[in-house]
């Protein structure tokens, strides 16, 4: 049995079902600072539930190459999680369905994405740059974590 | 008379009347994915107040020079506002004291900030890069916003 991932472009209409691609495509919602800053209007679904609260935090990875070798994937039940690079380069972002099927997405530079709650992913794979993110997620007193190790691994490349 | 300020480098204690610095600099509070990655837990003050949310947007600015003409601040009364480049260029930091009285920072790579809820400041003022910020602060139905315009303005500017 095949367990190859192939990564795929992120997209915001491909990577629906998981969260939201936060971006500056498009025009921006508002012009601000006398006509010199556009600004891209609150655009992630934030839900930390209704006892928790909204922190931000910075992760500092180290980074991973390809082929990756994915085993662990985890979910958080009572909050979404957003990632920002604090560099221009791409970085590898992993899903999987209800089922526990992956998916695997690389992002354009100046792409950060919102896991929605609930939704299984995987950690954080910077390919290059500073391994500097930006997290907002949820603070609470619970655990927030459930986690998933494949049994035999997935193989996650560019077209194999 | 003098309208000249000069910048300083962006350290949390000169910033802490104004903000939070936040940065990888020190340990971080946690270990996770399996060893490779370090998270810096919960490091702003974030407040929208009791009738707004958190939100995410992003920002893009055109890039300024220096010397800089500051004319314009503004301040937030409901909900403080953080801003994390997602390049590792360094931006200007402007804020002023409750009698207007304008101070002037430059971040390091790696660093972002969090006005505190009411703190005068200034537009954004990136100096190089992409341009780009992750911005969090309060989606409300409130104005949220006061402006003060400086008659003369001051230049900015590293040492005069």
Partial sequence: MSR???IRPLTAEAFAPYGDVIDCAGAPDKIINAGLCGRFHDRAQVDVGTDGRVGINLFKS???ELPYALELIERHPDGSQAF???CENPFLVIVADADLTPHAFVTQKGQGI???RGIWHGVLTPLAGSGQFVVIDRIGDTLNLDEHIFSTPY???YQH
């Fill in 4 to 6: 190859k991932i192939t």
């Fill in 62 to 64: 180290q980074l991973r």
């Fill in 84 to 86: 920002f690079p604090m």
């Fill in 114 to 116: 919102n896991f929605h």
């Fill in 155 to 157: 193989t996650v490349d």
